[in-house]
């Protein structure tokens, strides 16, 4: 079939990027241009210039992928209603973790480098009285994981809520060494943070929120004096931080879809005490601790995906300018 007698039919098929559209029109023939973009449920956009369109309603068979288009209408044309989709796509949800747009659970994990500030404070046990102070630092390397419950529930247009769980492996021991070997310090065996991510998407595939959290942590005082010992306690936190969510195309991971994720966090460590230790037995210690924490990682989901929803059509009824 020729160009010409595409025109007379009144229909043109056009592939694109793997999106394959077919134009039909109805109403008096007339040559003109419409570029539309269509952006697709993982959010890549496609653009193609229609060489075809006439008065009337022009129906266009988009992928199932589809979920939203914008069609510029040539000058002189107007429009007599927005683009309807038919059947309905799905609530494009987008916003907090960008990976799929579903609510669902998601596994992550994560590379975290800790910065501990802490400080010891020794106590005479019998007047209270503050025999030393000492403040110390480390920033080593540790690894988590954590699950996400992927909430779309919208707080606005592009406003999402989730609540999630972490627990990391920190590997930080924060040790204050005085002349001749003798030391204090204290070792981060495990920690965890249960709170809510609540942010926006920026881009289709970039998301940035903030973070809020109650966190626990176990710690244990080593003391190597005269003679050793140890003593463990569990002290809560508060964590609030902020992050950043991207969905590279073509990333996966098990077969599925992943994110990456980059995250900052400071938590503010409840005191914890340790009163009269073996190794020093006419003392108390409290330890006061906060942490800079940067976390990168990434998220799968958990779980069958949803099935592809059916093929479905776009269609905008459009008026020609009157002839002269």
Not at 85 to 110: A, K
Request: charged letters at 15%; one cysteine or more.
């Amino acid at each position: 079939m020729d160009r010409s007698s595409a025109l007379h039919r009144g229909a043109r098929a056009v592939v694109l990027m793997g999106v394959a559209l077919t134009i039909a029109a109805c109403g008096s023939a007339g040559q003109s241009v419409i570029e539309t973009t269509y952006w697709d449920s993982e959010g890549k956009t496609h653009e193609v210039m229609i060489e075809f369109v006439a008065p009337g309603v022009t129906v266009t068979t988009v992928d199932d992928k589809v979920v939203s288009a914008n069609w510029k209408v040539p000058s002189g044309w107007s429009t007599m209603s927005p683009i309807q989709f038919n059947p309905p796509p799905p609530s494009r949800q987008v916003g907090l973790i960008p990976v799929f747009g579903q609510t669902g659970v998601l596994l992550g994990f994560q590379i975290i480098k800790v910065s501990g500030d802490q400080v010891i404070t020794e106590r005479f046990a019998k007047t209270d009285e503050i025999t030393s102070v000492l403040s110390d630092s480390k920033d080593p390397v540790g690894v988590g994981i954590v699950l996400t419950y992927n909430n779309y529930m919208s707080l606005g247009n592009n406003i999402m809520l989730s609540p999630f769980v972490s627990l990391d492996y920190p590997n930080i021991s924060i040790t204050h060494t005085f002349p001749g070997g003798t030391s204090i310090g204290t070792r981060s065996n495990v920690q965890g943070t249960l709170g809510v991510k609540v942010g926006t998407a920026v881009a289709p595939n970039l998301a940035i929120y903030g973070i809020a959290g109650v966190s626990a942590m176990n710690e244990t005082l080593n003391i190597r004096f005269a003679s050793a010992s140890s003593d463990s306690d569990t002290v809560a936190g508060g964590t609030l931080g902020v992050g950043a969510a991207f969905q590279p195309a073509g990333l996966r991971g098990f077969g599925k879809p992943m994110s990456l994720f980059l995250e900052y966090q400071h938590t503010w460590w409840q005191d914890a005490h340790f009163d009269r230790p073996a190794a020093s037995p006419l003392f108390n210690y409290t330890v006061h601790r906060e942490d800079n924490t940067i976390k990168f990682g990434f998220n799968i989901p958990i779980g069958d995906q949803p099935r592809a929803p059916p093929a479905r059509t776009a269609s905008m009824p459009l008026k020609a300018p009157r002839l002269k």
